[in-house]
């Protein structure tokens, strides 16, 4: 009973988000842990299978860094963003494209649903432009997204689960390693995405960072604006960008534990959810 009963819990959202696009940004232990890919690519494929169009935005920042130690090249990182010369970028890609990207592909094909690898490349998919750092450090070929072709991707998302790279070229050809967080929410933003969901090592957003069970259910992006200041961390940029996706069309952004099973699922269909939802109309009391 206890199976039919979250069967039956599930259906008003399967039914709410039929259609709808669904923007994942994959990261973290998720990435890392076989049996979290398993769990991951599952649930990616079950929502495909229910009528939802699930985008997955992927980084890979430890598996960039592991294989530049193996050459030998410096690792920086200023304000969180990897410095970036010619060299790292090229590093980054082949990582990042090569073999991340189709690593995702082939665990979402093995599990049912036909996949299809991406870039910022691909198609002209992102448009980018030279970042600087917060501070305004030149950090070098670090880019943050201009415009995302949505054409490109509507048209893949129709048979396919798009898996994107976050890199990206300028008009001039030069290539940028981007930020996967702020991709994703270039992503969701253009595509006016029903949802927007990261993937992460946290549970959520904390009202104490060194108390894991403070999570903070939902908010709504006015109060994430006005305690920003106050987080620090990897949670801000995030938090930033779910407020950003949130005003400019997305319903919601949700921050998800990527370290426990099937947290992508249990946050869309479940009353309870697992980690913080941010949207206009949360209840905050």
């Known amino acids: 009973m206890r199976d039919v009963e979250t069967l039956l819990e599930a259906l008003p959202y399967i039914r709410e988000f039929h259609g709808k696009t669904v923007v994942i940004k994959y990261g973290g232990a998720a990435m890392i ?8 690519a599952q649930d990616v494929v079950l929502l495909k299978y229910v009528g939802m169009n699930p985008i997955v935005v992927h980084g890979g920042g430890p598996a960039i860094t592991r294989y530049m130690e193996r050459l030998g090249m410096n690792v920086e990182f200023v304000d969180g963003l990897r410095v970036s010369d010619a060299e790292t970028v090229e590093v980054a ?4 494209i090569g073999k991340e990207n189709k690593d995702i592909v082939a665990n979402l094909n093995r599990h049912g649903q036909s996949a299809v ?4 490349d691909d198609g002209g998919l992102f448009r980018v432009r030279k970042q600087l750092s917060p501070g305004g450090r030149d950090i070098g070929f670090v880019g943050e997204i201009e415009q995302v072709d949505c054409d490109i991707l509507d048209r893949i998302a129709q048979n396919y689960i798009p898996v ?3 890199v990206g070229g300028d008009g001039a050809g030069h290539s ?8 994703a929410r270039a992503v969701a933003q253009a595509l006016e995405a029903y949802k927007l969901v990261f993937l992460t090592d946290t549970p959520g957003w904390l009202a104490d960072a060194a108390d894991a069970e403070s999570i903070i259910a939902q908010a709504t992006p006015a109060t994430v604006r006005e305690r920003l200041e106050s987080v620090g961390g990897g ?19 949700h921050i998800v534990d ?5 947290s992508l699922l249990l946050e869309l269909f479940t009353i309870a959810g697992t980690g ?3 949207f206009e109309g949360a209840d905050e009391e």
Not at 176 to 183: Q, R, S, T
């Open 33 to 40: 842990d076989p049996q979290l890919k398993e769990d991951f």
């Open 93 to 96: 890609k082949m990582v990042l």
């Open 117 to 120: 690898g991406l870039s910022g």
């Open 164 to 166: 994107i790279a976050s």
């Open 176 to 183: 940028y390693n981007v930020n996967a967080d702020d991709a």
């Open 235 to 253: 949670m801000r940029p995030k938090l930033a960008a779910c407020v950003d996706a949130v005003v400019h069309g997305v319903e919601a952004a």
């Open 258 to 262: 990527g370290r426990e099973p099937h």
């Open 276 to 278: 913080t939802k941010i």
